[in-house]
């Protein structure tokens, strides 16, 4: 167990020294959730562009070639 321990926090310093921080304190979305379901309603091609959200990712379904996922924010923050 011990030394599973120390592998892991091996391999985070690694990390750590590699590049950018594995667990990096910030994030900046470019819209809301609420705008982009907005967005899909009422575009011919909602999935032109980029979009970053926030969220918390609490479902995956993979069906066949597509995917669909539920990204959740909290009722006190902003979404």
């Known amino acids: ?15 750590m020294d590699e590049g950018p921080n594995p667990f990096p304190y910030s994030f900046e979305r ?21 979009t970053q959200l926030a969220g918390r990712l609490t479902e995956i379904r993979d069906i066949g ?6 990204l959740r924010v909290s009722a006190t923050g902003s979404s």
């Open 65 to 70: 070639g597509l995917a669909f996922a539920d």
């Open 1 to 15: 167990m011990a030394d599973e321990r120390e592998d892991r926090y091996r391999k985070l310093d690694e990390l």
């Open 30 to 50: 470019t819209e809301s959730i609420h705008s982009v379901v907005e967005r899909f309603e009422s575009e011919d091609d909602p999935s032109s562009g980029e």
